[in-house]
């Protein structure tokens, strides 16, 4: 027996300020990039700072390699994405930022939302990426 339609959640579309709302309370994301080898996804703890994401890694870790540009002052085209889903019901949502990240230098950093990153060890490389693209959905029951 097929279930009922109106038992099924119902998919919507967020708007931008609903999705910089719901990633502002999460505090892991991960960061997608082309690491040279080819698309890479990495985990990262964040902070929304106005209509940017702000994230830390190690100087010497893959992802500052790859996000750091060739031109000084330029960006390195990137994407973010958070989601939290309820298995049990289906229901939930996921956000997606894309746009340009690029290094903060160390007079930036004071100035921007901090992020306190899980694992130990340095994490001395900030970016910030600008949030060019912002998408999200939302699967919830009527």
């Known amino acids: 027996m097929a279930p009922n339609s109106a038992d099924q959640p119902l998919l919507e579309e967020l708007d931008r300020a609903e999705c910089l709302r719901l990633i502002s309370g999460t505090g892991v994301g991960r960061v ?6 080819g698309p890479t996804v990495v985990p990262v703890n964040h902070a929304v700072d106005g209509d940017a994401v702000i994230f830390r890694t190690s100087a010497t870790g893959r992802l500052n390699r790859s996000l750091v540009p060739i031109v000084t002052g330029g960006e390195v085209r990137a ?20 746009g340009g990240a690029h290094p ?39």
Do not use: C, K, N
Not at 32 to 37: K, M, W, Y
Not at 79 to 98: C, N, P, Q, Y
């Open 104 to 142: 903060l230098s160390d007079d930036e950093i004071p100035g921007v939302a901090q992020v306190r990153p899980w694992p130990g060890g340095e994490r001395d490389a900030w970016f910030r990426l600008a949030a060019h693209e912002v998408s999200g959905r939302r699967l919830r029951r009527p």
């Open 32 to 37: 997608a990039f082309d690491d040279g080898e």
């Open 79 to 98: 994407a973010f994405e958070v989601d939290r889903f309820d298995e049990s019901t289906h229901e939930g949502w996921s956000v997606l930022v894309r």
